[in-house]
């Protein structure tokens, strides 16, 4: 059967790569990729850290989309112990005529849901440390796309969330971007840069994990640094993303700035990317001390915090009920039309 064969030479292509990956990674020099292996300082730093999270979610309700956005903020306090206390998540709701089709529709629910993590991003001035669970640059591309005007352009929220972030470093507070999900190929265009790898058709996640498995053992460990700044534009895996964080430099007047450092907890850890943000400045052994105050070794996010702000900011089946629910009703009430019934949350006209 065809469908099998080319599943067939899709595992045969992937088995090979991550063979090549595996002799390459072997034989990489970090000192030859200007880079190096970090450890923290500190198993645990006092302060005050806020997580922040968001989802979305989007209901097609016949001729409509109802778009839920949720967002929640945990606040973490080190002192002699640990304390958490989770904030009463905030919601945003739109509606959007079915003709918009939903990929238009899918974009705007990313915009609301952003807008609402960018709203909580700018209260943090309470904390002195504050962790995204997501990439700072984020989406990370910024173009003009159409959509529903009630929502910020991606340009609109690229501006706030710049200025909130650089607003707090000016305060002295330390802001980093935990990403577990990552496909910009920052090592892999490094390593062709330096001859290992002969293309970039290599996945990113899984070439960091392999060279961060040279070096992990029980306590978290980073390699890095890659300073956002040095990167070449000419790499064109990386353009959109860096159009993305020069809108990001320019909305700060040039202050904000970003490097990355990969880390993994353990062995049995999952890798991910942390995004620091900095104006002058950053100490990478700090920041992984900031990590490992939190850290969560055996699941497939890194840090307690951003992992209960995960959790608590998932929209759940109840919540989409309610709010399903209060628009076909009120509806009905407004319609005031007898020629029509609600059939599972959706105005049908009867027969």
Request: aromatic fraction near 8%; glycine fraction near 6%.
């Amino acid at each position: 059967m065809e469908a099998f064969r080319k599943i067939d030479d899709i595992v045969e292509k992937s088995v090979d790569r991550y063979n090549v990956i595996k002799t390459v990674i072997d034989n990489v020099d970090l000192n030859e990729l200007g880079m190096s292996v970090y450890h923290p300082k500190f198993s645990r730093v006092k302060g005050i850290y806020c997580a922040i999270d968001g989802s979305k979610n989007v209901q097609n309700l016949g001729d409509v989309y109802l778009i839920i956005a949720k967002a929640v903020k945990v606040i973490g306090e080190v002192t002699s112990g640990k304390k958490v206390v989770n904030r009463d998540p905030v919601f945003a709701v739109e509606i959007e005529d079915d003709y918009m089709g939903e990929d238009t529709v899918s974009n705007d629910s990313i915009r609301l849901m952003i807008n609402l993590e960018s709203q909580l991003l700018g209260t943090c001035d309470e904390c002195d440390y504050v962790l995204l669970d997501g990439p700072i640059v984020d989406p990370p591309i910024i173009d003009e796309r159409g959509g529903k005007q009630s929502i910020p352009s991606l340009k609109e929220l690229a501006r706030t969330r710049a200025q909130h972030v650089t607003r707090m470093l000016e305060k002295g507070k330390a802001i980093l971007g935990i990403a577990k999900r990552f496909s910009e190929r920052f090592i892999v265009s490094l390593l062709k840069e330096r001859g290992y790898l002969k293309d970039t058709d290599y996945r990113e996640k899984m070439v960091v994990d392999s060279l961060l498995s040279r070096f992990v053992g029980e306590e978290v460990v980073g390699i890095g640094v890659i300073e956002w700044d040095k990167i070449s534009r000419e790499v064109s895996e990386l353009d959109k993303l860096m159009s993305a964080y020069e809108a990001y430099k320019e909305y700060s007047d040039g202050k904000l700035k970003i490097a990355s450092v990969y880390v993994k907890a353990s062995r049995i850890g999952v890798p991910s990317r942390v995004d620091i943000a900095y104006i002058s400045g950053y100490d990478v052994e700090k920041v992984l001390s900031l990590i490992a105050t939190w850290v969560v070794k055996d699941r497939a996010e890194l840090n307690l915090l951003t992992v209960m702000a995960d959790a608590l900011s998932a929209i759940n089946n109840q919540e989409v009920k309610q709010f399903r629910e209060y628009y076909t009703v009120k509806t009905v009430e407004k319609l005031k039309d007898k020629d029509y019934i609600l059939s599972n949350f959706v105005l049908r006209k009867k027969i």
